[in-house]
């Protein structure tokens, strides 16, 4: 019985911790401080973000605590690296990045199942924003598409486009985020819509769901150790 107590209990705090690992990186065409994304940043505020200048490809990326996981990335530049916007945007994953002109860029995120049951991704939408109405771009993971516009002028606020149709023009937003995910490896695919767009960076949050709520988990601990001890008082 103490085994079976003490294993729900472990696999309580272990599915908790699970939910909540999260692995952040960052693009930066120069070096420089502004260019970073700083501890407790995001659509989920993490630390140890991988502020990466001119990066292409990482393995066994950090968590928000320095742990090591599995999770690797490349990515295509067809259009190189470049910087959007010098000020607003200092500190955000939305200053700098990769931009998006004639041809898509594509995002390999893979051996994830090691390391999340379950999470999402969010991808910091960006780029210039000169294009009349907007510069739009269109997201994909395969199942899920958004389009967003850059945001004229430059804010840094963390706005998600929910935009599935770029018909009407698209909402000005500088995050999407694709929910649910389980798959070892997964492909998003950027494209412009009217003009250059861009991503920033890139954020995986596990979110696997804890099968029982750890404090129903204590309450059920609770009531077998009061069962025990009446019992134990019974035989007295």
Known sequence: ?????????????????????VVSVNWKEFAGGVNDALDG?????????HNLQQVTNGSDLEDSTGAVTTVDF??????GFDTFDFGTLNNTPMRAGLPVFANPLVLTLSDLASTFS??????????????????QGSVTDG????????????????????????????DAATYVR??????????????????NAGIGGFQIVGTAAVP???????LAVAGVGGLLFRQRNRRR
């Open 118 to 135: 379950q999470y999402d991704i969010i991808v910091y939408t960006t780029g210039f924003n000169a294009a009349a109405g907007g510069n």
């Open 41 to 49: 940043y995001g659509v989920v505020p993490a630390d140890n973000w």
């Open 212 to 218: 029982e709520p750890c404090s129903a988990v204590m």
């Open 178 to 195: 694709f929910d649910g995910l389980t798959a070892d490896s997964v492909a998003i695919t950027l494209s412009r819509v009217n003009a």
């Open 143 to 170: 199942t899920s598409t958004f389009v967003y516009s850059v945001p004229n002028p430059y804010n840094a606020a963390l706005v998600q486009s929910l935009d599935t149709d770029s018909s009407d023009g698209s």
């Open 74 to 79: 490349s990515t295509t530049a067809p259009g």
């Open 1 to 21: 019985m103490a085994v079976a107590i003490s294993a729900a209990l472990f696999s309580c705090f272990v599915e908790s911790a699970a939910a909540e690992l």
